[in-house]
């Protein structure tokens, strides 16, 4: 039998080989996860080379908030841990701290990033840098992140957002390249994502997540990286739901989040320009009360947004599918037919709301229109100065041949282009995407840009000196007669626009700066017609006379005790007989006769 003491040191050797390995894992390797369980987190004796792995925040990004004061900031981890975010004006002392809100993501396999992170910064000042870090309990996170916070309503300064609808590294390196350095200059408000979602978001088989939103931190996590649905995004893919992924993954402003299907859209200020994301998918679905639940907040939207006309003058909005294309297919594609569901849905909206300008991206070709309204170009010059309809722009998709240059047979056989269509692309360069700028109340810049090009591809600036409704009133008769025929062509009623009947469901009325502009013209129409017509009456019953007759006595010597009778006389008689009146008169025989006297 051993000493005592020698037990003891025996215990000390064997518990120190026991443990010898996982102190060489723990420096020299990170853990496979596959094999690990997801820690409690609960005391402070936890392994910290585990906690790193599992609540080590990843694909970063940030959103607009409820309020132009608001940040939204949202991360994922593998494991549900304990995460807040601290951040300051500075990069040094952030003693300002906010709590997160977690889900987990029911559609991703474990040991994945699945559980998705919320926090919401407030009372942030306009056009302010920030900076923030994202911290575990036990001290882990990341470096920090900074941010600069979008201009206040009426704020002269300028405002420029980035609209891409292919982001695509593993393809476009040079493309996302460029972004990334134009994003770091400071001169970059945020971006705008149109493009396909839920596929980028969804992991490739055999993979537990997507590298989409970790390939684009260097661009989400600096900017408020806003989303469009997309057509796409309902494919499917997720058995808990259509836009599961981006539903959850992203946080858009006024709205709940995870995001409600029944309430994908959304919008923003940001200084001069008052920013709208619809969905196009719902008019094409068979659930009419999602495109109802869509038309309804559009209309009141659109409606505040006029009343504070003189604060956001610039009214641009965002959606998937476009209401136009020149190079589509009426048989495939609903932008090239005349009973188009989008152009139903949104056309007269937009018109009668003043938006300035519609971006659009899921069509094969980059299109930009002149101001137009029912297919018409509105003014009468080929300019973008004081357009008096909106200007539609649609981005274009990639194009599959490796080369970019025209393609002059494919060309030929395009017909002309309508008169609407001001510029269209028929092949849309990989990575190419749009910079929009408004530099101040009055001038608003588009322009298509590519990695691969120096000078844009596209460019264009409208100039709008008086913001608000549009109106066929406005128009020149030439103009606004082309519109109603064309309007009586598509079997509509000139006067009447589609949208209202669909929200009021008479088509009487509708609360809005907009329809009470219109509903007065009509009323005044109306009043306009009824006197007319009162006046045309009075005027015909003025000018036909009756036949005027007059009685005359006339002496008759024959009759027994009679002195005469009356005949009567047309008035084709003599002047003078004008002047006859009749009175009643006695005679001798006090007998009343009535005797014709002549005033001379």
């Known amino acids: 039998m051993l000493p005592a003491g020698a037990c003891f040191i025996l215990i000390l050797v064997t518990a120190s080989l026991d443990l010898w390995p996982h102190t060489v894992a723990v420096q020299n390797t990170v853990p496979d996860t596959s094999v ?76 994945s990033l699945k559980y998705i992170h919320r926090a919401v910064l407030k009372n942030l000042l306009p056009s302010s840098n920030y900076f923030f870090r994202l911290v575990t309990k036990n001290g882990f996170g990341t470096k920090p992140i900074y941010f600069k916070t979008l201009p206040a309503m009426n704020s002269t300064s300028k405002v420029t957002f980035l609209v891409s609808n292919d982001l695509d590294i593993e393809l476009d390196r040079s493309s996302i390249s460029k972004i990334v350095t134009e994003v770091s200059s400071g001169g970059i408000s945020g971006f705008v994502y149109s493009g396909d979602l839920e596929s980028k978001l969804t992991p490739p088989e055999g993979q537990k997540d997507s590298v989409f939103l970790s390939n684009i931190e260097q661009i989400a996590a600096y900017h408020p990286f806003m989303i469009v649905p997309s057509k796409k995004q309902n494919s499917g893919v997720s058995p808990l739901g259509g836009h599961y992924l981006y539903r959850h993954m992203f946080s858009m402003p006024n709205t709940l989040w995870p995001m409600p299907q029944d309430k994908m859209w959304y919008s923003f200020d940001a200084g001069l320009v008052h920013f709208i994301s619809y969905s196009t998918e719902v008019l094409m679905s068979y659930n009419t009360s999602l495109s109802k639940a869509q038309q309804d907040w559009l209309v009141q939207d659109l409606t505040e947004a006029n009343k504070r006309r003189a604060q956001t003058p610039w009214i641009v909005v965002f959606g998937s599918d476009p209401m136009y294309c020149a190079c589509g297919n009426p048989d495939t594609d609903d932008c090239a037919r005349n009973s188009s569901v989008i152009k139903h849905g949104l056309e007269d909206m937009f018109y009668v709301f003043g938006v300035d300008l519609v971006v659009e991206s899921a069509h094969k070709c980059y299109e930009r229109s002149w101001p137009k309204y029912k297919g018409v170009r509105t003014n009468l010059e080929a300019s973008y100065n004081q357009p008096r309809a909106p200007v539609e722009v649609v981005l274009g998709l990639r194009s599959e041949s490796e080369t970019h240059e025209p393609d ?112 007065v013209w009509l009323g005044l129409g109306a009043v306009a017609l009824i006197l007319t017509i009162v006046l045309g009456m009075v005027a015909v019953r003025s000018c036909v006379k009756r036949r005027r007759r007059h009685r005359r006595w006339r002496e008759d010597d024959s009759r027994d005790g009679a002195a005469g009778g009356f005949y009567s006389v047309g008035s084709g008689s003599d002047s003078e007989d004008d002047n006859d009146f009749e009175i009643d008169v006695y005679d001798k025989a006090n007998k009343q006769s009535s005797k014709l006297l002549t005033s001379y």
């Open 36 to 111: 690990l369980s997801e820690p409690k987190l609960k005391s402070p004796g936890d392994d910290e080379a585990l906690i790193s792995v599992w609540c080590q925040p990843e694909q970063v990004h940030i959103s607009c908030g409820d309020t132009s004061s608001d940040m939204v900031i949202m991360w994922a981890t593998i494991g549900q841990c304990d995460t807040h975010v601290t951040f300051s004006d500075k990069p040094w002392n952030m003693s300002l701290k906010v709590e997160a809100q977690t889900v987990e993501m029911k559609a991703k396999l474990d040991k």
């Open 408 to 519: 002059s047979s494919k060309n030929s056989s395009v017909p002309e282009s309508p008169g609407w269509s001001a510029f269209h692309l028929e092949k849309v360069e990989a990575g190419s995407y749009g910079r929009l700028t408004v530099m101040n109340s009055t001038h608003l810049k588009w322009e298509l840009v590519s990695a691969e090009h120096p000078e844009p591809l596209d460019a264009f600036v409208i100039v709008q000196e008086t913001h608000g409704n549009f109106n066929l009133a406005n128009l020149p008769h030439n103009v606004s007669h082309q519109i109603n025929q064309t309007i009586i062509a598509q079997g509509g009623k000139p006067g009447t626009y589609d949208f209202i009947r669909n929200v009021t469901g008479d088509g009487n009325s509708l609360s809005g700066e907009g329809w009470s502009q219109y509903s």
